[in-house]
């Protein structure tokens, strides 16, 4: 394999590609053996990942530039083309359910890629591949407003993420003004993103009720693979963080203004965990990098393989530039059997929050593509994906030193903290997108009340320090996923809980690394719950589990809490 930069990226003939895929559906239903028939599958998985690869490549390099005309037309080309596929893909599924050698396609491949065909099947229809080509349209329309926006700010464009750097500094003042500047750049835009939500929202209903759906939400279960537990036991779990989550994070809140020596902690001041300030990597993007590979070598044989995997290719963006894409991600390349980490580093923590939490990511993907025959079983759920993630992140603590010097022991702390406190706003989007989609016919006023009552029911503690726009509700619109991925958010409080589990298992002494390396290689060849199982790692849904959660973080915390 070539670095990710000079990788060839060629357009795919789909039409081409449509008439190889029926010459191979052909082939598997004469098939004569089981070997035959698993032949010509196994030539169609490959078809499709050829696709995927250069989808991925194409992506990938259009997020790094989001005003590069050439992969910006490659991306419109995959927006209006890919959905089309939808039928062509729904006649092999068919075939593959109804094969005669199913069992031993079962026995290699696992039942769980059955199931998710079967329920697939009824997603499969050619009245949503207009609809869907038009949803693809509006969320890159999305990305484009938000990568877009930047501010001038203390002799620097900022751009949202550059504006959050700032609301970290010991100086209240600059916080502040980082704040008014971050939250007046989202108003600017607000009446865009409120007409592209709505449009998202009503193309959404009528995709489920084309489907044959009562609602958004019946679908987006089912097609987000959630099979094992539903809206109801969602929000069960809601209640729980609310019960036993959310009054230890408001105690922890407290205890920060306190810290800090405010009277009232805004918004503006959650980030600062300490007075002087918190602590800040040591080194420029390519020395964080090499930093992660040693310690990539020191924590497993397997992870220092990895990341010189990573490393040799090129597989990474971590400098945040104009016109970037907001976040960070990590994406795969099945033809190469290669991940891709994509983040924006700004110079505080967060960069080893991400550096971490994407390896995880990608280091699963690595791992499991070398185990696994087809691309479809390397990833789960996002439930399950998570805390591959996640997980990362608490077993990078003993690396520390090298990335913040003395200042590690504070890291660790706000770390753990964060990771908790964030649990509240997690649950806090998912009600959101669950009031929202109950009642379709909502507006933008409704979506602020929405948010609102529901940030006050499970984040008392949320100020904006009077800011008209965001006391009023406004907050909402800078979570990204509520545009581009709905209702994938409760997936990180989901496998937060799971990733505490691993930790604890390896503060007791445990085989914390085994459960994680297996959890990895299952990829997502079982369903939630029997991945879970398998792993060792307890159903985060029960409320016991929860309460569980929180008693261990709050022992712990006094544990990392600095001393002096």
């Known amino acids: ?103 031993q396609m079962e026995e290699k491949y696992g039942s769980h890629m ?66 008014d500047a971050w939250a007046d750049l989202y108003e600017s835009v607000s009446g865009k993103l409120d ?63 306190e810290r800090i ?47 010189d995997f990573m490393t040799e ?35 505080t923590s967060a960069d080893i929050d991400v550096l971490t939490h994407e390896a995880g990511h990608a280091f699963q993907a690595y791992y499991a593509s070398r185990r696994l025959p087809i691309q479809s079983l390397t990833g789960s759920t996002s439930e399950i994906n998570e805390i591959h993630s996640m997980t990362m992140e608490f077993f990078a603590y003993p690396y520390m030193e090298r990335f913040f010097g003395d200042k590690s022991d504070r890291y660790r702390y706000a770390h753990f903290i964060d990771a908790f406190r964030d649990i509240p706003y997690l649950v806090c989007v998912d009600e959101f997108q669950h009031r929202v989609f109950e009642d379709p016919a909502s507006g933008p006023a409704d979506w ?19 800011n008209e726009f965001l006391e009023g509700g406004g907050f909402w619109m800078q979570k990204q996923h509520i545009f581009l991925y709905p209702f994938y958010y409760i997936d990180y409080a989901l496998a937060g809980l799971g990733a505490f589990s691993l930790y604890r298992k390896q503060l007791a002494g445990e085989d914390a690394w085994g459960s994680y390396i297996k959890l990895c290689g299952l990829g997502g060849k079982y369903g939630y719950f029997e991945t879970l199982e398998k792993a060792g790692i307890p159903v985060p849904l029960d409320p016991e589990t929860v309460k569980q959660t929180a008693e261990f973080v709050e022992k712990q915390a006094e544990i990392l809490k600095p001393k002096g």
């Open 1 to 103: 394999m070539e670095k990710f930069k000079d990788l060839e990226y060629k357009r795919p003939d789909l039409n081409a590609l449509k008439k190889d895929v029926a010459a191979m559906l052909r082939q598997f239903k004469k098939a004569q053996t089981f070997e035959e028939a698993d032949e010509a599958f196994l030539k169609m998985q490959r078809v499709m990942e050829a696709v995927s690869t250069q989808y991925t490549i194409a992506y990938v390099r259009n997020t790094m530039n989001m005003k590069d005309e050439f992969y910006d037309a490659e991306i419109q080309f995959f927006n209006k083309e890919m959905p089309k596929l939808m039928m062509p893909m729904k006649k092999v599924n068919k075939a593959v359910l109804a094969s005669r050698f199913r069992p």
């Open 195 to 257: 007409a592209q939500y709505g449009q998202l929202v009503k193309l959404r209903c009528s995709i489920a009720k084309k489907l044959g759906f009562n609602s958004f939400i019946d679908y987006v279960y089912l097609a987000r693979g959630r099979y094992d537990y539903d809206a109801a036991k969602a929000a069960e779990f809601r209640e729980a963080v609310r019960q036993y989550i959310t009054p230890l994070c408001d105690r922890m809140y407290r205890e920060q203004a």
């Open 313 to 347: 290719h090129e597989l990474f963006d971590f400098v945040t530039r104009e016109n970037k894409h907001l976040g960070g991600y990590c994406t795969f390349m099945p033809d190469y059997k290669a991940p891709f980490i994509f983040s924006n580093f700004n110079g």
């Open 114 to 179: 059955f199931k998710e065909s079967e329920i697939q099947q009824q997603f499969m229809k050619a009245s949503v591949i207009l609809p869907s080509i038009k949803e693809n349209q509006l969320t890159t329309e999305y990305s484009k407003t938000a990568a877009s926006c930047s501010v001038e700010f203390m002799g620097e464009t900022c751009n949202f993420y550059g504006l959050l750097k700032h609301m970290q500094v010991p100086d209240r003042a600059e916080r502040k003004a980082a704040f």
């Open 261 to 307: 020596g405010v009277d009232k902690l805004q918004w503006y001041d959650e980030d600062l965990i300490f007075p002087d300030g918190n602590a800040e990597p040591i080194g420029t993007p390519e020395e964080l990098t090499e930093k992660a590979r040693q310690m990539y070598h020191e924590m497993s044989p397997e992870t220092g393989e990895f990341f």
């Open 448 to 466: 602020r009340r929405f948010w609102k009552e529901t940030e006050q029911k499970y984040m008392p503690w949320r100020s904006y320090d009077g």
